[in-house]
């Protein structure tokens, strides 16, 4: 079995302080469904959540410690977690998927809060969900999306250790990118040389991994990798989220695949730029809004933007708050924040930047290591 990722007075904090918020907010309990939440106030991480056939849940109530009403098969593990209550059934069954089970705990509860706002989701059957609102015609349902997201956008120390360390592991295995990247190499073999040499370097999982390759910029960097090869002329990106103890890194690089030409040196040299003008203004107290303001002055001097240009950043490898222009969102010291600033080149292709930050309350501390000033050559 794998040994807890915090001690329990980790959770113990957490729980502290949501429920502090609750009271304020007159809520009875909280109600989850997915594996964020779940993991975040229990501590049960595991790869299961990969099958769709199982539903979850977790019950915080107003006073007392986590309920946690699962199926059988995650007992065992959820046992080592600091959760003592532990209601399970037999799972798939034919009719009744843990539904009664969770009726029957939740009756006891006047307001219940769920996650229904943006960057949430209902991870259990729509017809069950029905089912569970008919079985509770007393109870209020409220909208906790804001509640849960402000208490999980402020990092613990424990919290930001790991994401640094995941951070710095990266930051490692695209400063010796030159050395496992050539050209000729097919983006296939790009990709999965990266994937391997951050396993190597102490990454536990690398869950994403997207990027692309193409002539003075990229237009798709979604796409799984075929086998084309990288060729001169071409920039090569790669953005990572790798995982440690659960917790993300979520950056990229760009290399360029022979001598790269002044339009690409420009691109380049204005998403520092913009990056550059968002680290100096992220204190507490700066919307997300602003941010993304700070950013988009320089990028439109050269080429629009193409979406939000950054995230908050944990448990997931994207979470609220979004800079966006309407995110009026405040940064708080203890947030940690993707900067991605991204600009379209030569018609319809791209570029991106990204750096992950830790707000405080002072200048913001960088804890991926800077890319070049000029972007990297490959050949």
Same mark, same amino acid.
């Given at each position: 079995?794998?040994?807890?990722?915090?001690?329990?007075?980790?959770?113990?904090?957490?729980?502290?302080?949501?429920?502090?918020?609750?009271?304020?907010?007159? !809520?009875?309990?909280?109600?989850?469904?997915?594996?964020?939440?779940?993991?975040?106030?229990?501590?049960?991480?595991?790869?299961?959540?990969?099958?769709?056939?199982?539903?979850?849940?977790?019950?915080? *109530?107003?006073?007392?410690?986590?309920?946690?009403?699962?199926?059988?098969? @995650?007992?065992?593990?959820?046992?080592?977690?600091?959760?003592?209550?532990?209601?399970?059934?037999?799972?798939?069954?034919?009719? %009744?998927?843990?539904?009664?089970?969770?009726?029957?705990?939740?009756?006891?509860?006047?307001?219940?809060?769920?996650?229904?706002?943006?960057?949430?989701? !209902?991870?259990?059957?729509?017809?069950?969900?029905?089912?569970?609102?008919?079985?509770?015609?007393?109870?209020?349902?409220?909208?906790?999306?804001?509640?849960?997201?402000?208490?999980?956008?402020?990092?613990?120390?424990?919290?930001?250790?790991?994401?640094?360390?995941?951070?710095?592991? +990266?930051?490692?295995?695209?400063?010796? +990118?030159?050395?496992?990247?050539?050209?000729?190499?097919?983006?296939?073999?790009?990709?999965?040389?990266?994937?391997?040499?951050?396993?190597?370097?102490?990454?536990? %999982? /690398?869950?994403? =991994?997207?990027?692309?390759?193409?002539?003075?910029?990229?237009?798709?960097?979604?796409?799984?990798?075929?086998?084309?090869?990288?060729?001169?002329?071409?920039? !090569?990106?790669?953005?990572?989220?790798?995982?440690?103890?659960?917790?993300?890194?979520?950056?990229?690089?760009?290399?360029?695949?022979?001598?790269?030409?002044?339009?690409?040196?420009?691109?380049?040299?204005?998403?520092?730029?913009?990056?550059?003008?968002?680290?100096?203004?992220?204190?507490?107290?700066?919307?997300? +809004? $602003?941010?993304?303001?700070?950013?988009?002055?320089?990028? %439109?001097? $050269?080429?629009?933007?193409? @979406?939000?240009?950054?995230?908050?950043?944990?448990?997931?490898?994207?979470?609220?708050?979004?800079?966006?222009?309407?995110?009026?969102?405040?940064?708080?010291?203890?947030? /940690?924040?993707?900067?991605? *600033?991204?600009? /379209?080149?030569?018609?319809?292709?791209?570029?991106?930047? $990204?750096?992950?930050? =830790?707000?405080?309350?002072?200048?913001?501390? !960088?804890?991926?290591?800077?890319?070049?000033?000029?972007?990297?050559?490959?050949?």
């Amino acid at each position: 079995m794998s040994e807890p990722d915090f001690p329990i007075s980790e959770f113990e904090d957490r729980l502290n302080r949501v429920q502090i918020a609750m009271h304020t907010e007159k !809520l009875d309990a909280l109600f989850f469904t997915t594996e964020a939440e779940m993991r975040y106030f229990t501590g049960f991480r595991t790869l299961f959540w990969q099958s769709p056939t199982r539903p979850w849940f977790l019950i915080v *109530p107003v006073s007392g410690r986590p309920i946690a009403i699962i199926p059988q098969i @995650g007992a065992d593990l959820m046992s080592n977690t600091w959760v003592e209550d532990i209601r399970t059934w037999s799972s798939p069954h034919v009719n %009744d998927d843990g539904v009664s089970l969770l009726i029957e705990a939740l009756t006891t509860y006047e307001a219940i809060g769920m996650m229904r706002g943006r960057e949430s989701s !209902l991870r259990m059957p729509l017809y069950d969900y029905q089912r569970v609102l008919d079985g509770l015609p007393r109870t209020e349902l409220k909208d906790a999306s804001l509640l849960v997201q402000r208490l999980m956008q402020i990092k613990s120390p424990a919290e930001i250790d790991k994401i640094s360390r995941i951070c710095q592991i +990266a930051s490692d295995a695209f400063a010796g +990118a030159t050395e496992l990247f050539y050209e000729g190499q097919p983006m296939k073999e790009v990709f999965r040389n990266f994937k391997m040499d951050l396993l190597r370097r102490g990454a536990d %999982d /690398v869950p994403y =991994l997207v990027g692309g390759a193409d002539y003075g910029g990229y237009s798709d960097v979604i796409s799984p990798p075929s086998n084309r090869p990288i060729a001169a002329g071409d920039v !090569l990106m790669l953005d990572t989220g790798a995982t440690l103890d659960g917790y993300f890194c979520d950056f990229n690089r760009n290399f360029f695949i022979g001598q790269p030409s002044e339009k690409v040196k420009r691109a380049y040299a204005t998403l520092y730029k913009a990056t550059d003008a968002a680290f100096a203004i992220a204190r507490p107290g700066v919307t997300c +809004a $602003e941010l993304y303001t700070s950013m988009a002055k320089v990028i %439109d001097q $050269e080429g629009g933007d193409v @979406g939000r240009l950054g995230h908050g950043l944990g448990t997931q490898l994207t979470e609220s708050p979004s800079i966006v222009g309407f995110d009026q969102t405040k940064l708080r010291a203890g947030m /940690v924040m993707t900067l991605e *600033p991204c600009m /379209v080149i030569e018609g319809q292709k791209i570029m991106v930047h $990204e750096e992950n930050i =830790l707000i405080n309350t002072g200048p913001p501390r !960088l804890l991926t290591k800077r890319a070049p000033v000029e972007i990297p050559v490959i050949g």
